[in-house]
């Protein structure tokens, strides 16, 4: 399989290029940015044979057979569409999309076109994740009556330079797209409504810095999501209330917790967090705590490349990822008109 890599940035550096590198019978054949120097840089550096300043020309060659979009959001609709046209199954980093229009556009092209799709929310390959949903699906906490999840991160300059992540959407549209896939994957009920209350927490500027965001599902169950550039360290948890249990799950320190009635003695706090630290410990000593973000995509883009081979389902498919931006853009319109926003007439 010979993929084409478009965005030549930390993510296609630091875990696209090297996680297609390392898989069996899988070539990448050429990089895209339009830095022209930058693009070379990296196609030397990788060893890779081709670099583009047009994705286009990148595209036109018979020689790619899935690529890659490690770009800014507001350029994956237009990428998305030519890729399509162009017969090339595409794997590209989340959201989607911004705009909820430009999404549905988007997966009409895919489908007119008969290529597959998957969009990259790896935070579903975290094995407490996975272990939750398997917990979930199970119904070892019966049915789910509500979820509260948080995600907060610093503002995007602790790790780039580039404004792009500076529009209307802001923290909601960056982390917090993680968050909301998080919470639609677990619950198995099919979402209902949005309502959100937050924006610009600081004044002076044009985009949501804190948002809350509840989701009603039609079974009646809620999700709340918390989601914050107001912090100076990253917090990616969630709790799920159901009516036999619950869980309590940190995803980004790899720790979760079910209980079912029970009253924790200090006895069981105490050996729960001797577990985990030493957990903690030994993933700081072996590494794995700082890979944790190349482990994760390593995850889906394998898993991706197996269900392009066999012809069965993406690990995280078109639909399901249009819906976390008919999520986002449902909660702006929230917070602009005050009022709950349906997603069956938005979608």
Not at 9 to 20: D, L, Q, S, T, Y
Not at 32 to 57: I, P, Q, R, W
Not at 107 to 126: D, H, M, P, T, W
Request: charged content about 20%.
């Amino acid at each position: 399989m010979k993929v084409c890599i478009i965005g030549c940035g930390a993510v296609a550096r630091r875990m696209h290029i090297p996680v297609f590198q390392s898989l069996p019978d899988v070539q990448v054949v050429s990089v895209v940015d339009t830095n022209e120097e930058l693009a070379k840089n990296v196609s030397k550096e990788f060893g890779v044979g081709k670099y583009y300043t047009d994705y286009k020309k990148a595209l036109n060659s018979d020689d790619v057979d899935l690529v890659s979009i490690c770009t800014p959001s507001f350029v994956h609709a237009d990428m998305i569409t030519y890729a399509s046209e162009m017969g090339k199954n595409i794997l590209v980093e989340k959201p989607l999309t911004i705009d909820l229009e430009e999404g549905k556009r988007a997966l009409e092209a895919v489908k007119a076109n008969g290529v597959q799709i998957c969009v990259v929310f790896n935070y579903r390959s975290v094995s407490v994740a996975q272990q939750v949903h398997r917990e979930i699906q199970l119904g070892q906490i019966g049915r789910i009556v509500s979820m509260v999840g948080t995600a907060h991160t610093p503002f995007p300059s602790s790790w780039t330079s580039g404004r792009w992540l500076y529009h209307e959407g802001g923290a909601l549209d960056d982390f917090g797209p993680h968050l909301i896939d998080m919470l639609l994957w677990l619950n198995p009920s099919r979402l209902e409504s949005v309502s959100a209350q937050g924006g610009d927490f600081t004044g002076g500027f044009d985009f949501i810095s804190h948002i809350q965001v509840t989701m009603k599902f039609k079974d009646t169950s809620l999700a709340v999501a918390d989601i914050s550039w107001l912090n100076d360290s990253f917090l990616f948890n969630f709790d799920v209330h159901g009516t036999a249990g619950r869980i309590s799950c940190d995803v980004r320190n790899g720790n979760w917790r079910e209980t079912h009635g029970q009253v924790s003695s200090p006895i069981d706090d105490l050996t729960r967090t001797a577990r985990n630290s030493i957990k903690m410990i030994t993933s700081i000593i072996t590494g794995a705590y700082f890979r944790g973000g190349i482990t994760y995509h390593s995850r889906i883009i394998g898993d991706y490349v197996k269900s392009i081979r066999t012809k069965t389902r993406p690990p995280v498919s078109g639909e399901e990822a249009l819906l976390v931006t008919a999520v986002s853009a449902a909660a702006k319109q929230s917070i602009k008109t005050r009022r709950t926003i349906f997603i069956d007439e938005i979608l």
